[in-house]
């Protein structure tokens, strides 16, 4: 199980070296308080997407992962001597003591995902579903780089990792040198994302009132979540049913954080490059360019639907703005600077471009982005107007419900620092830009779905994007002395109360975990899944029941072997397979009904063949929940012979040409 120690060691050493490097590059291109609140996440965004394509290459070790680290900290030391290029000592900075309160806050998303002993065994919080992509972090410190499939190899290949792996990638160098559990790696790195999203949204508070008051502003409005338990009150039910749809995963920054921290961290790199983007339209520099490619690279790289269809949209929109903000003289040369990031984005991007391509294909969607209008309103709303009515009730319903404290202050304050008469040029078209930024993002929410899953992430992670952008108008809007100073602070502060009961309900299930079956049991499986390593080799492929523990989880998935296994699967189920694996969904459900039906006891000779040689099942594990248990198909088979039985507790065959 996770060692707190190593996850407390993990998310300090993500802190220092990557704000270190980030902090290192921003005084030189941005003001003084987004040059410190986008530090970490600016750092984790150029040092992540330039290691990626150059580990691939040399070779994704331990030493690689250190001495690219202690380039990148000589060459931080060095530019930390250089003068920087704006005199900007007296303008507002971040107040040292709130890097504290948001990194208490930040404890919450990490909580989550940390394993809870009770006296019936341990308990998991409902976030980790969503984190059995941690056997890819462990597949690349295992296996290396490009990075193996762990969920599916057809024929016992390597098969195509078919998903956005960056964040993934980072936590792996973590892991790698300092010897610890993918686990471990990405709970430090989900404390740093959390952090680092809200340092960013501090220095951008700060840098649009002018006051330090705005940090502290952020780290309240971020700790809020929706109005669903306030409102159960009244209509009886938490998912506010018949009268609205059921909550599918839309929420704000508390609930995102634990989630999926990947797509927060693309978003918060998103944000940063739209701060670059209005930077570089102001004070065009080499440097600059290069750093706005790197970071959007790595928003792309942690999340093609925030980093790439919500930010591209949103790039743009804003295009225009941008362009109106400059001289006539200096539009063509902005333009081709801006040409020449993208170019330089896509070329450090393309491997995996080139994969969520044939992961596309593969798959056999020929349409994989689609319009579909958020579903809003439940059956109490008749069926023949409730699509029509969806569309208003998006913006008046759901987003009021599910960020109370941020989308009615927030749509204010954008609103004030538009069109506030004081504001100079420069920071009207800031101003500008921000509101474009954080209105596209809501409408490919409320607009646009992915295909390629049961939910789609584009529709409830685009949204994050303009949560960031709206916690910071909000703090800012307090913070600043204007006419509407007062409206703005009410409805924050409403909101906030307001949504206070679904905050607590959240981070008490963050921290106490949901009471499932199958404590126990997964109690056991470290000692189960180090017995299996003792028989697979580091490349070798595992098969288990898909649906082993399956009930531990909100929705079934084969969680004690993503988090424990550290071995690569044949087939690691439907969930799984999803996420990770270039499958047509006709192909997909015939595996899955396959190895279901091999694990329940109902194997033909032909199914126990095919595990062997169509999808490379080196070793397989049995348990006693398995009705394979009682009807064990592999006992009389020649393809596998029995390695180990252990006191009642499991079986571990393994294929008889690879037996030792």
């Known amino acids: 199980m996770p060692s707190s120690l190593h996850v407390v060691l993990t998310g300090l050493l993500a802190v220092a070296f990557y704000a270190a490097l980030g902090h290192s590059i921003t005084r030189h291109v941005l003001p003084r308080a987004l040059a410190s609140g986008a530090a970490p996440v600016i750092g984790w965004a150029i040092f ?35 003068r920087r290029r704006e005199r900007d000592a007296a303008s507002p900075a971040i107040p040292v003591w709130s890097y504290a309160a948001v990194g208490v806050l930040a404890l919450g998303p990490a909580v989550a995902l940390l394993p809870k002993q009770t006296a019936a065994g341990v308990q998991l919080a409902d976030p980790i579903f969503d984190h059995a992509k941690i056997a890819a972090v462990d597949a690349m410190a295992r296996q290396g780089l490009p990075p193996v499939n762990p969920v599916f190899g057809a024929f016992g290949e390597p098969g195509q990792l078919a998903y956005y792996y960056l964040w993934h990638f980072s936590a792996a160098e973590l892991a790698l040198p300092l010897h610890m559990m993918g686990w471990e790696a990405a709970i430090g790195l989900a404390w740093f994302t959390a952090f680092a999203s809200l340092t960013l949204t501090m220095g951008v508070a700060v840098w649009l009132s002018k006051k330090p008051s705005a940090a502290i502003l952020v780290v309240l409005v971020a700790a809020a979540a929706s109005l669903r338990v306030t409102l159960s009150l009244v209509f009886g039910s938490y998912q506010l ?83 109106a903000g400059v001289a006539p003289k200096q539009r063509l040369r902005l333009v081709a600077g801006l040409a020449l990031a993208a170019v ?232 799984m397979a999803l996420a990770f694996a270039p499958l047509s969904p006709e192909r997909r459900e015939a595996i899955d009904r396959q190895f279901i039906r091999i694990f329940t006891g109902e194997a033909t000779p032909d199914d126990v063949g095919a595990m062997a040689n169509n999808y490379g099942c080196d070793v397989v594990v049995v348990v006693p929940q398995d009705g394979a248990w009682t009807k064990d198909p592999f006992a009389a088979n020649p393809l596998y012979r029995l390695a180990e039985s252990r006191d009642g507790r499991w079986r571990i065959y393994v294929r008889a040409v690879t037996a030792r």
């Not at 040399?58 to 202690?70: E, K, L």
């Not at 983007?277 to 290069?290: D, E, G, N």
């Not at 790595?298 to 804003?318: D, H, K, M, P």
């Open 344 to 575: 330089l984005a896509v070329c450090l991007s393309a491997p995996l471009i080139r994969d969520q391509a044939a992961n596309v294909m593969a798959r056999g969607t020929s349409h994989p982005i689609t319009i579909s209008p958020f579903a809003v309103l439940g059956a109490m709303v008749p069926l023949s107007v409730r699509r029509v009515l969806d569309l208003p009730a998006y913006w008046l319903l759901l987003l009021p419900i599910e960020f109370p404290a941020i989308y009615p202050a927030g749509v204010v304050a954008l609103a004030t620092l538009v069109v506030s008469r004081a504001a100079s040029g420069a920071e009207k078209t800031t101003a500008m830009v921000l509101a474009a930024f954080a209105v596209t993002s809501l409408c490919v929410s409320w607009l646009l779905t992915s295909t390629l899953g049961e939910n789609s992430d584009l529709t409830l992670r685009a949204v994050l994007p303009a949560v960031i952008i709206l916690m910071a108008s909000v703090a800012a809007g307090v913070a600043a002395a204007s006419r509407r100073r007062a409206i703005i602070a009410a409805f924050a502060l409403g909101g906030l109360v307001l949504s206070l009961p679904d905050s607590a309900r959240m981070l008490a299930s963050y921290i106490e975990g949901t009471v499932r079956p199958g404590g126990e049991l997964f109690a056991q499986s470290p000692e189960l899944w180090a017995a299996v390593r003792h028989y697979a080799p580091p490349s070798a492929r595992v098969a288990n029941n898909p649906l082993y523990l399956h009930d531990l989880t909100p929705w079934p998935v084969n969680i004690s072997w993503a988090l424990l296994a550290n071995r690569s699967s044949c087939f690691a189920g439907r969930e």
């Open 48 to 82: 992540s997407a330039v290691t990626l394509p150059l580990l691939t290459i040399v070779g994704f070790t331990s030493s690689t992962v250190v001495a690219s680290g202690a380039v990148c900290l000589l060459a931080s030391a060095w530019l930390v001597t250089t």
């Open 241 to 323: 049913t018949p009268f609205m749809e059921p909550s599918t995963g839309l929420g704000g920054w508390l609930f995102q954080a634990a989630w999926v921290p990947q797509h927060l961290m693309s978003a918060a790199c998103v944000v940063a490059a739209m701060l670059l983007l209005i930077r570089y339209a102001q004070q065009q520099s080499l440097t600059a360019l290069v750093i706005l490619a790197l970071v959007v690279a790595a928003g792309f790289e942690s999340s093609t639907y925030v980093g790439g269809i919500t930010f591209g949209i949103a790039a743009l929109v804003s295009a225009p703005i941008l362009l």
